[in-house]
């Protein structure tokens, strides 16, 4: 079975300070990860993507991403939060195991910035 | 070039009526899946479809179906509505369909079974 653990709901961070969103995963076979980010009664973005080589991953709007085999991890970075980037971000897994496309999900972290 | 569009926006029906929510791709996406995301939680795979034939399909009961046609858009079908139905739909679509492609979602449907 494939998994994904976000540990952090909610988080809460000063407008201009880092951010370090946490994901783990489960998967039987080399993982495809990704993070997508979704404001409020709307559709998924995505950030960022990891399929294989380079194990830090750069994405839109100044975010990266690096995955760790090791601990099964795919942590979302960022040096500095601007208001914008208040939104629900979600971490998934997909693969080749199945044969189709299937992502599966976290439950998501709910960013909230402060001035 | 236009992205993934989703018909109706928002919908609301009763207990025991069937939907029908329609999800377009982008233009020269091949594969589109459909995904049920409830309130607070991430969205849950339900089918993909690929050259109008079923390439996967997560833990829903029969009442879920869909279909694939010729220009690549794409119908889901929920009969027999219960209220848990209630829920954001997401379609997405992407080139080949395979695990390293990347998936492009529409808006959604919000659907509200009262």
């Known amino acids: 079975a494939q998994s994904v653990t976000q540990p952090d709901i909610h988080i809460t961070v000063s407008e201009g300070a880092s951010l370090e969103l946490r994901c783990n995963y489960s998967y039987g076979a080399t993982p495809y990860l990704f993070w997508y980010v979704q404001s409020p009664g709307q559709g998924l973005q995505l950030l960022l993507k990891?399929?294989?080589?380079?194990?830090l991953v750069q994405g839109i709007k100044g975010f990266e991403a690096e995955f760790k085999r090791s601990q099964s991890s795919f942590n979302l970075r960022k040096p500095s939060v601007h208001w914008s980037d208040a939104a629900e971000y979600f971490c998934?897994?997909?693969?080749?195991?199945?044969?189709?496309?299937?992502?599966?999900f976290g439950t998501g972290t709910r960013l909230t910035i402060i001035p | 070039d236009a992205g993934v569009t989703q018909s109706p926006t928002h919908l609301i029906k009763t207990r025991g009526q069937h939907v029908t929510l329609r999800c377009s791709p982008i233009?020269?996406?091949?594969?589109v899946s459909w995904y049920q995301q409830v309130l607070g939680q991430g969205p849950q795979f339900i089918f993909q479809?690929?050259?109008?034939?079923?390439?996967g399909r997560g833990n829903f009961p029969d009442r879920f179906s869909a279909r694939q046609f010729p220009n690549y858009s794409s119908e889901l079908n929920v009969n027999a509505l219960l209220l848990g139905d209630s829920a954001l739909y997401l379609c997405?679509?992407?080139?080949?369909?395979?695990?390293?492609?990347?998936?492009?979602f529409g808006p959604g449907t919000r659907l509200t079974v009262l």
């Open positions: 479809y690929y050259e109008k034939e079923e390439r």
């Open positions: 233009s020269g996406h091949k594969s």
């Open positions: 998934a897994v997909g693969g080749t195991l199945f044969g189709n496309e299937k992502l599966t």
């Open positions: 997405a679509s992407s080139r080949q369909g395979w695990g390293a492609d990347t998936q492009y």
């Open positions: 990891y399929f294989s080589g380079d194990t």
